[in-house]
Nanobody, 122 residues
């Protein structure tokens, strides 16, 4: 099945950190720009960050700027989202997705995963 595969979610206290990983099943991740999205219960899906397939151009939503860092290791076919200083409002299911267009618009993303739950709570 052609999809992304997310991992690394979990329960963390406010102020804590998590690192999410995104790999690919059925395609090569380094041929695509990769975006991270999140969706909290009752809310619309939100674009969090993206990274270009080469050169390392990145984008962050204002809500996570300065706290989250996206990176990629094409040799390992993996994209990471390092999340620091987590807040309860970061609680959501996090998805990574692959696109041939460098954008935060979700409609441009072709391959999606099942998501990984991140819960920030004391």
């Amino acid at each position: 099945q052609v999809q992304t595969v997310e991992s690394g979610g979990g329960l963390v206290q406010p102020g804590g950190s998590l690192r999410l990983s995104c790999t690919a099943s059925g395609f090569t991740l380094d041929s695509y720009h990769i975006g991270w999205f999140r969706q909290a219960p009752g809310k619309e899906r939100e674009g969090v960050s993206y990274i270009s397939r080469r050169v390392g151009v990145t984008y962050y939503a204002d809500s996570v700027k300065g706290r989250f860092t996206i990176s990629r290791d094409n040799a390992k076919n993996t994209v990471y989202l390092q999340m620091n200083s987590l807040k309860p409002e970061d609680t959501a299911v996090y998805y990574c997705a692959a696109s041939q267009t460098l954008t935060m618009s979700s409609v441009a993303y072709r391959y999606w995963g099942q998501g990984t739950q991140v819960t920030v709570s004391s």
